[in-house]
């Protein structure tokens, strides 16, 4: 079972800069992407994505913001996004929320990088890593050290809670300022 370990933390925009420069140099740069995830409003972490590079279903098991949670994908063509949008809603599941995307992913050592902006919600930087999950302590542990080494201070999970929960009530005019 794959176990996916994370830390985050909100950042501004001029960290948002500064990361983009370290990383470009002292790591290597995977991608460059442009995502539309929607939730759906049903009792599991259920979402569906649009990238450059295609589609995919994923669910996150767990409670959002968790340190780890198991997860499951599926990746489907690009084209049969508004496919699976349908098949959902006909499901009886309807889009709770919608985000849009910039995201840098680099490879930091073996630590998967993320600097995003999301609109209407913000800059944050990720860190994570996929593991077994008798190793998901020493591996969150690692990347709140390595976080810290950047001078970016952990955001707490109530921050990330209440600014999701903003975002939730407020996505539609949020996106469009």
């Known amino acids: 079972m794959n176990i ?16 983009l420069e370290f990383f470009s140099k002292e790591a290597n740069l995977i991608k460059e992407d442009y995502q539309e995830s929607y939730y759906f409003d049903c009792p599991e972490d259920l979402r569906i994505q649009r990238n450059n590079d295609g589609a995919k279903i994923w669910l996150k098991k767990g409670e959002i913001h968790d340190d780890a949670r198991e997860e499951i994908e599926i990746k489907v063509a690009k084209e049969d996004f508004e496919n699976l949008e349908q098949l959902f809603q006909t499901l009886g599941y309807e889009v709770e929320i919608k985000w849009f995307r ?16 999301t609109k209407g919600y913000g800059h944050i930087i990720e860190l994570e890593k996929i593991c077994q999950e ?14 810290k080494s950047l001078n970016i201070e952990i955001s707490s999970k109530k921050s990330f809670n209440e600014k999701f929960e903003y975002y939730k009530e ?8």
């Open 102 to 117: 910039n995201r840098s992913q680099f490879k930091w050592d073996d630590i998967k990088v993320c600097i995003d902006y």
């Open 170 to 177: 407020n996505w539609k005019s949020l996106i469009k300022a």
């Open 4 to 19: 996916e370990v994370e830390v985050r933390s909100f950042i501004n925009e001029n960290q948002y800069q500064q990361l």
């Open 134 to 147: 008798e190793d998901k302590e020493k591996e969150h542990q690692m990347l709140m050290k390595k976080l």
